[in-house]
């Protein structure tokens, strides 16, 4: 049935990519609907993949149902009637000798409430739920069922589609059937060389296709469920290597695209890097070697460097703006949250001013005329140096000639704001170089997975001198010794930072909590001068409470999670972090890097409240046991799996269908084999190909 690939990529059979108006049934108004879900091609529909199956081959007694389950029944109407409540609404009694239940709906037509009387045999499949009249279903499908159909069933494990608004299970049903009924006389067209799949012991893609919409009487469920059937890995290979592929497309047309070469002499970072402290270390002077090659080139440099907290990443972002600078081109940073934006335009402006190059920040509390003066100098190219939070890429910023666009603690943006940064960065007609940096250090096979566009640089060295932190776990029972080890550390003339706990419903309660944490340490230790910061301050006011921090005034800051990422105050020693049960791994290794910023021995503690679950045990352990942020990476990876490794936003890139970066991850490295072998020789199959998985919207696969 393989159909040999590589022939022009007109030849896709046109079954497949007629609209889904041709299937029979389908008028304008339901196109229109399913134009929505974003089908609209016949192929579309095949592609839309169940979400998962129901086994509706039993009927269930009605009288042993329990809330939560999910079942078919079968029963004769007992009784139907309209009631008016709140809402308008039809029940139906329906009982079969075992029990009786309440069918309640919303919804009906006419000719469903002349249907559904006293007497009619129905065949039900629902959520059963707790209703006030005892156990019901919620607007369940139903058909009627003849006395003689009672021992009929259906004989297939029943698909169950992506959510779907305003187009029913039954009628996607139905659809793909005839989807499937009307490409079969043809075959669909398969853009997967051949040779590539010999030896793999998958079926072809139209049998796996027919296979997971259809499955068969004796298909099993529990290998179905797990997504582990052979159908199911042929069509999660293929749709791997589609998302691969359309990363690198947009790779190599970014690299197309033309940019500004930024060759000058170097003199600018030598005299910058002559007037730190310290010298370099290794690692950031291999990773800054490689920059300097990416940013001489015409075409837009795409580099991610992964580097643990503390390793000393602005400095090399720093020395990249400075390239830009002095080849006449403006630089930009862009950080998640205010409150690093702010730290990082002070030790720029502290280490640019005296080369006589102006810094600016363009926060999201500049407002007004002093907003439109900023924005009207950054387009002036008056000022070389632009730093902020993603206001950076809004409406109205426009830049003269953008030659370098960094992005700090790039997991915390979404891909989307990554690639719309390249988009806004335009100036000139030509793209900003991208520098995009992170403390999340991702396994390879995954990097070449989610960031198969980027090139990776890893500064795999901390600064000399350091000492690890030693990290304790207590629980919270033993808060009074974790106090008085503050006051410990504040009469050596160190510092402290208190993390009260993370309260994601709301922001305010988290605020409320930390101001009454601070109240009571402040109470407890009665000669350290304690400080807050939290999300509801007046940026202002969290500006002077972190300057305050910074210059030693302040000795115990208490902080709610907004000091996660990035902020640097070499003095602190102490991080104690409360309910550290609640958070994840790579934040919990994020809030320690606040501290071992100096030479002074560090310590971690890490209060919580049992009972432990068994990942929130592992987590701590973990944090006892390693400061590695690559071990902590994979023992979180390990834990969570690589979806929500990479967290919801940075998988917003793969939304994928039948796929699973955990349970598919041995097919990674030969979906890039794979990938490779497609961009050399069949690339004709690689838009229809993606097409087919990723759609005509792909944003990133500018191909
Ligand atoms: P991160 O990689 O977490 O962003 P930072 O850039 O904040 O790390 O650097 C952490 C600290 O290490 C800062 O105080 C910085 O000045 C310092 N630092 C950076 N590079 C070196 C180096 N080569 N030697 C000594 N200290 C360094
Ligand atoms: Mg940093």
């Known amino acids: 049935m393989n159909r040999p690939a590589g022939g022009p990529a007109g030849a896709q059979r046109a079954a497949e990519l007629e609209p889904v108006t041709a299937l029979k049934g389908v008028g304008v108004a339901l196109a229109e609907r399913l134009r929505k879900l974003g089908v609209e091609t016949v192929q579309d529909l095949l592609f839309l993949l169940p979400l998962r199956y129901e086994d509706r081959t039993r009927t269930v007694p009605i009288g042993s149902l329990r809330p939560g389950d999910r079942a078919v029944i079968e029963g004769t109407v007992d009784l139907a009637e309209i009631v008016f409540r709140k809402k308008r609404a039809l029940l139906v009694r329906l009982g079969d000798g075992t029990g009786s239940i309440t069918l309640r709906f919303f919804y009906f037509s006419g000719a ?38 009672a021992q009929a069933t259906t004989d297939r494990l029943t698909p169950v589609y992506p959510a779907t608004e305003g187009v029913q299970q039954g009628r996607l049903r139905v659809l793909t059937a005839l989807a499937l009924e009307k490409v079969a006389a043809s075959d669909v067209h398969d853009w997967l060389p051949p040779a590539l799949l ?14 997971v919409h ?35 497309m947009l790779r190599r047309s970014v690299r197309r695209d033309p940019a500004w070469p930024m060759a000058g002499p170097g003199e600018l970072e030598q005299r910058f890097a002559s007037s730190l402290p310290f010298s370099l270390t290794g690692a950031q002077q291999r990773v800054l ?71 600016t920040l363009l926060s999201g509390r500049l407002t007004g005329r002093a907003r439109q003066l900023t924005l009207d100098s950054i387009a002036a190219g008056k000022v070389p140096v632009v730093i902020g939070t993603h206001a950076l890429f809004q409406a109205g910023v426009k830049f003269a000639k953008l030659g370098l666009a960094i992005v700090d603690e790039q997991h915390r943006f979404g891909v989307h704001q990554r690639l ?18 992170t403390a999340t250090p991702i396994p390879r096979t995954l990097a070449m997975t989610a960031y198969a ?104 800051l208490v902080a709610t999670t907004v000091i996660e990422v990035g902020v640097d105050v070499p003095n602190a020693s102490l991080m104690v972090i409360e309910n550290a049960e609640r958070m994840g791994l790579a934040q919990l290794h994020q809030l320690r890097g606040r501290v071992g910023r100096g030479a002074a021995a ?54 994928l269908k039948v796929a699973d970066l955990t349970r598919d991850a041995d097919v990674l490295p030969k979906v890039q084999r794979t990938a490779e072998v497609m961009l050399d020789s069949h690339p004709d199959n690689i838009a229809p190909l993606l097409r087919r998985w990723i759609g005509a919207g792909a944003r990133y696969a500018k191909a």
């Open 112 to 149: 469903q409430q002349e249907q559904l009387v006293r007497g009619t045999r129905l065949r039900c499949f629902g959520e059963v739920r707790r209703g006030p009249l005892g156990l019901e279903i919620v607007h369940p499908e139903y058909r009627r069922a003849e006395a003689r159909d």
């Open 198 to 211: 010999a030896g793999e012991d998958l079926p072809t893609l139209a049998a796996a296709l027919e296979y």
């Open 214 to 248: 259809r499955p068969p009487p004796d298909a099993e469920l529990e290998l179905l469920a797990a997504g582990m059937h052979p159908a199911q890995r042929r069509l999660a290979f293929e749709e791997l290597l589609a998302h691969q592929l359309s990363l690198r």
């Open 289 to 359: 070697a490689e920059l300097r090659v990416d940013v001489a080139k015409p075409h837009p440099m795409l580099r991610l460097v992964q580097g643990d907290v503390g390793s000393g990443k602005t400095v090399v972002a720093a020395m990249g703006a400075l390239r830009a600078v002095e080849s006449d081109c403006q630089a930009a940073l862009m950080a998640p949250t205010e409150l690093l934006a702010e730290q990082h335009f002070q030790n720029f402006q502290r280490w640019f001013e005296p080369l006589g190059i102006g810094v």
């Open 420 to 437: 719309a940064l390249r988009e806004k960065g335009i100036s000139g007609g030509r793209y900003p170089h991208q520098l995009v940096m």
């Open 453 to 556: 566009d980027l090139d990776v640089s890893v500064i795999d060295e901390l600064p000399p001198g350091r000492t690890p932190i030693v990290t304790v776990v207590l629980p919270e029972s033993r808060r009074d010794e974790v106090v008085a080890r503050i006051h410990g550390q504040c009469l050596e003339g160190r510092q402290a930072y208190w993390v009260c706990p993370l309260i994601e419903e709301s922001e305010l309660l988290e605020a409320q909590a930390a101001e009454e944490t601070a109240a009571a340490l402040a109470a407890a230790l009665p000669d350290v001068r304690v400080g807050l910061v939290h999300g509801r301050m007046a940026p202002a006011d969290k500006e002077r409470s972190m300057a305050r921090f910074k210059a030693g005034e302040i000795q115990l």
């Open 602 to 655: 560090s310590s971690c503690v890490l209060l919580y409240k049992g009972p432990l679950s068994q990942t929130a045990r592992a987590r701590l352990t973990t944090m006892r046991e390693t400061t590695d942020g690559f071990e902590v990476a994979r023992r979180d990876l390990e834990l969570r799996g690589p979806g929500e490794f990479l967290g919801t936003r940075q998988a917003g890139l793969m939304q």
